[in-house]
């Protein structure tokens, strides 16, 4: 199982990004998909979920200006963000539980700063 995310950058304060999270190795369809990310000196924190039927949550910090998404047909995870804030400035993990175990792709890094 492979997580290969991507889309990082720096952007100013209000902008957008949007990050891609291309796997492999899995039924991506079947299985439900997570966002985390983690600032320097703070812990991981879960920013988004989507379900295998679609159905979406999303942490209060982001709420109203995130939004997840699915492809299905090119096994890829989407998280469209929109008036970013410098606190939003971290690294940006893909993960999924497949058979008991969780995989976490490499991270992207997201720089929100004027």
């Known amino acids: 199982v492979q997580l290969q995310a991507s889309g990082g950058g720096l952007v100013q304060p209000g902008g957008s990004l949007r990050l891609s999270c291309a796997t492999s190795g899995i039924v991506f369809r079947l299985y439900a998909m997570r966002w985390h990310r983690q600032a320097p000196g703070k812990q991981r924190e879960l920013v988004a979920t989507i379900t295998s039927s679609g159905s979406k949550n999303y942490s209060d910090s982001v709420k109203g200006r995130f939004t997840i998404s699915r492809d299905n047909s090119r096994n890829t995870m989407y998280l469209q963000m929109n008036s970013l804030k410098p606190e939003d400035t971290a690294v940006y993990l893909c993960?999924?539980?497949?058979?008991?175990?969780?995989?976490w792709g490499q991270g992207t890094l997201v720089t929100v700063s004027s």
């Open positions: 993960a999924t539980n497949y058979r008991g175990r969780t995989y």
